[in-house]
Each structure stands twice: as structure tokens, then as C-alpha cells.
């Protein structure tokens, strides 16, 4: 079964500073993997996504995100923080064959200014 | 484009009443998918459809709880009767099944069931 684990529930960084949301997956075949970021008060929203090729993708707003192999894990980064970054964000590995995907509890992201 | 719409956006109701929750999937989209979310429990997918056809109702929490998808282009969460620990934001997502696996979520209804 798919599972996905973000370890970290809160991170807090300063307006500027670079981040890293983490996130581990466990899925049997290549996955297909997701961030999604949750503003206050609105629905999901894509930032970006991995299935083959190029294991680091870019996003929008300034992220990408590394897709590891050997670790499992797809963390996602961005170099300099903004206030309006501020939010939950949520990783998921989809089973394609379904259109069903497996979501992790989410890393609310706080930004300090 | 108009994404996924859900209605209402907001609701607030009494204990014991029925609640109908609705949803317009992406045109061409064939996968359809409610979920809860709230403070305590996350991020909880309630069902799924595939071409119409629940293929998942296994985090429905009880009979209480039912959903339909008469067509493509429709879906319904109805809560009857609803108690206050159904209050939480319901959102339904699509997508299209056998590609990449992207979801696209409505805005979600807030419900509040007093």
C-alpha cells in the first residue's frame, strides 16, 4: 500500500530564508508524486509534480522539489521565502491506474517576518 | 476553465437536518473524489468515483453519510441526520484517471451544524 510521511507537523522561517518541507513516500512501481499548498480558507492547490525525467522539477511561486530514489523522498524547497508563502502544504503519491492519491498530514508553514 | 465548483460555500444547520453537498467536476475529468478536513483528523478522503461508480467508500464514517454521481458533470455528499461532529471544510477534487494523477480541488464547503 502507498503511504506518504511528512515528519515535520509546524516549521517556522524567517522572511528570506530558504526552506526544505520534507517528505517520504512508500509505493511499490515509479511514482508519481505531488505537492500541494493549502492557503487559509481555500482549497488545494498544485505546486508542482514529479513522474519521470528529471528528478529535480520547479514549480510555481518559486519552488522545486528533489526526487530521490535511494531515500524515497521528494522534498521541497525554495531559496528565499515570502511572507505570502505562508500556508499548509501537503505531498502526495498518486496511483495512476485509480486517479486515487495517498496524501501526507500536511507541514504548516509559518513565516516570521 | 471553470475548475471544480461546490455549493453551498458555506452552511450552518441544526442537529438532525439533513445537509446536501454538491459538486461540478472539471468537463472530461473522470475520476471524483469528497474529502473532510479538519482541525483534529486532517485531511480524510471520504470517496471516490471512477466513470460515475464508487470504487471506494471505505472512509465514509457511517450510514449517515451518502454520495451519488448520477452523471459526469454531477456529484452529491448528503449528511442525514447531521450532528456537530460532522462540522468540518468538505471538498470535492476530479482528475483524470490514468494519467498523471493530478487533482484539482473546489474551494470546499464550510459546514456548521449547530
Known amino acids: 500500500a502507498q503511504s506518504v510521511t511528512q515528519p515535520d507537523i509546524h516549521i517556522t522561517v524567517s522572511e528570506g530564508a530558504s526552506l526544505e518541507l520534507r517528505c517520504n513516500y512508500s509505493?511499490?512501481?515509479?511514482?508519481?508524486l505531488f505537492w500541494y499548498v493549502q492557503s487559509p480558507g481555500q482549497g488545494l492547490q498544485l505546486l508542482l509534480k514529479y513522474f519521470s525525467g528529471d528528478t529535480l522539477v520547479q514549480g510555481i511561486k518559486g519552488f522545486e522539489a528533489e526526487f530521490k530514489r535511494s531515500q524515497s523522498s521528494f522534498n521541497l524547497r525554495k531559496p528565499s521565502v515570502h511572507w505570502s508563502d505562508a500556508a499548509e502544504y501537503f505531498c502526495?503519491?498518486?496511483?495512476?491506474?485509480?486517479?486515487?492519491?495517498?496524501f501526507g498530514d500536511g507541514t504548516t508553514l509559518t513565516v516570521k517576518p | 476553465d471553470a475548475g471544480v465548483i461546490q455549493s453551498p460555500r458555506h452552511e450552518v444547520t441544526e442537529m438532525g437536518q439533513e445537509v446536501t453537498l454538491r459538486c461540478k467536476p472539471i468537463s472530461g475529468h473522470n475520476s471524483l473524489f469528497w474529502y473532510r478536513q479538519t482541525m483534529m483528523r486532517g485531511l480524510e478522503l471520504l470517496i471516490y468515483?471512477?466513470?460515475?461508480?464508487?470504487?471506494?467508500d471505505s472512509g465514509m464514517p457511517e450510514d449517515r453519510f451518502s454520495a451519488k454521481m448520477p452523471n459526469a458533470s454531477f456529484s452529491t455528499l448528503k449528511i442525514q441526520p447531521s450532528e456537530p461532529r460532522d462540522s468540518a471544510v468538505y471538498f470535492c477534487?476530479?482528475?483524470?484517471?490514468?494519467?498523471?494523477?493530478?487533482?484539482?480541488f473546489g474551494p470546499g464547503t464550510r459546514l456548521t451544524v449547530l
Open positions: 509505493y511499490g512501481a515509479t511514482p508519481y
Open positions: 468515483f471512477n466513470n460515475n461508480v464508487p470504487i471506494d
Open positions: 477534487a476530479s482528475s483524470l484517471a490514468g494519467t498523471s494523477g493530478e487533482q484539482f
Open positions: 502526495a503519491v498518486a496511483n495512476t491506474n485509480a486517479g486515487k492519491s495517498t
